[in-house]
């Protein structure tokens, strides 16, 4: 909400069912056949840190441990996986969020690109701890294509919440 | 300044501290990591959320479908005259093992019921297709459509047109999951066709399988065919599984690394046949001489007890 140093834009507040729809649809990306491609990134991961940056208040673990828990059954991994890392990766995210909004968008996604990369890590450590097999190298590409994600992210996920072109003039601000 | 908003922040409810939050959700999801793996006990649950989440799945599954449908229906009539061409050849082929085969089947129950041995049982299923592989990068397992309303049950043996694909090892009401016989934690009963040796193989997660615990100077060779042994409760005997390809014999370690190919197309998209449970198997033997003292020494002392 807060315009950054770089963009003195003030957005309109967000409205909830659009954190809700941005949610389910990055399940639903993350449930396409193209999930199977190398380098793919993880949808919900995405949405789930821009959100937990953004508005801490409304998208915070709770939401992360659900999420966890439906990409967990989705997946067919381990119940437990997916909520350890997307809880984590909230809590992590709504506490630099002040931070990181203050730079430029590129500046920014340097910024997450460690937490995303840490969620991946996490999930490969657990699964790996319990005597699964490695992945191979291409299940930590995703997090990367994720980072450069993240402006192209950030700009079709605050659409909604630019001001309308129509202005009235006479209003202070 | 992050969370400024337009309305005010609720500084009366504030609920939980983040730290508090944190270590709850963490505790609950290793709670449920361990509950899940060691005892397999979150089924219900997961079953109860794969509701939801499962006609969002095939929904997605659908564009990829369409296009492979798209792409059939624009092969063209030639390439399908040659494929039926192909078929008819293949059953050509096939035709006289399959012809005799009811005369022989009916000849082996004759024979087997004059020496007096147990009837071979005989492999009955379902066919099912598979919709996708699970996203899980981790394992091998793919999704089947056909769950509990069609009797599907854990444990059941998946097979195809040449060999074992797998084994059904989550059942969701409409859709299960088979675990492919190459997946790291999959284990098949097998026997080696030339020399009628038993061992088990293991998959190794890279699209190989190991048979494992063959000692050094076993008599196995490249090219060698394993077929299940139907020693377990499982796999009926004799459907093919996999075939050595490589062997290398070191004589620093007792056993010998033996690395085999699945048979059946356990990577390819297409239909799998569930086999069906098998039959019960008769009553295993006490396993050992001091196994069954004790439980004589157990059933004297429930004597005693009932004479008292």
Known sequence: ?173 | MAGMDHAPPPFFKRGPAPLALLTFYIAVSLAIFVVDLRFKSLELLRQSIALIVDPVQRVAQTPGSLVDYAGQYLQGMRSLQLENEELKHAKLTTAPDLQRLAQLEVENTRLRKLLDVKEREKANGQVAQIMYTARDPFSRKVIVDKGQQADIAAGLPAIDEAGVVGQVTRVFPFSAEITLITDKDQVVPVQVVRTGQRSVVFGLGNGQLELRYMPANADIQVGDLLVTSGLDDIYLPGFPVAKVVNIERDSAYSFARIFCVPIAGVENFGEVMILAQRQARPERPPESASRAAANDGQRVKKKRMAKN
Do not use: K
């Open chain 1, 1 to 173: 909400m807060q315009p950054t140093f770089s963009s003195s834009r003030i957005l309109l507040p967000v409205r909830p069912w659009f954190i809700f729809l941005s949610l389910i649809g990055a399940a639903v990306l993350n449930f396409l056949p193209t999930a199977h491609w190398p380098g793919m990134p993880d949808w919900v991961a995405l949405v789930l840190c821009f959100w937990s940056v953004r508005e801490f208040r409304r998208v915070g673990m709770g939401w992360a441990f659900v999420l966890g828990l439906l990409m967990d059954v989705a997946d067919g991994a381990v119940l437990g996986q997916h909520c350890f890392a997307y809880v984590l990766l909230a809590y992590t995210a709504s506490s630099l969020s002040r931070r990181i909004l203050w730079f430029p968008l590129a500046q920014q996604a340097l910024q997450i690109m460690p937490l995303l990369i840490g969620t991946q890590i996490v999930q490969a450590l657990m699964r790996l701890a319990v005597g699964a097999d490695f992945p191979g190298w291409g299940y930590f590409i995703g997090p990367f294509v994720a980072t450069l994600l993240w402006i192209p992210a950030t700009f079709v996920l605050l659409l909604p919440q630019y001001r309308p072109v129509e202005q009235d003039p006479n209003r202070p601000i």
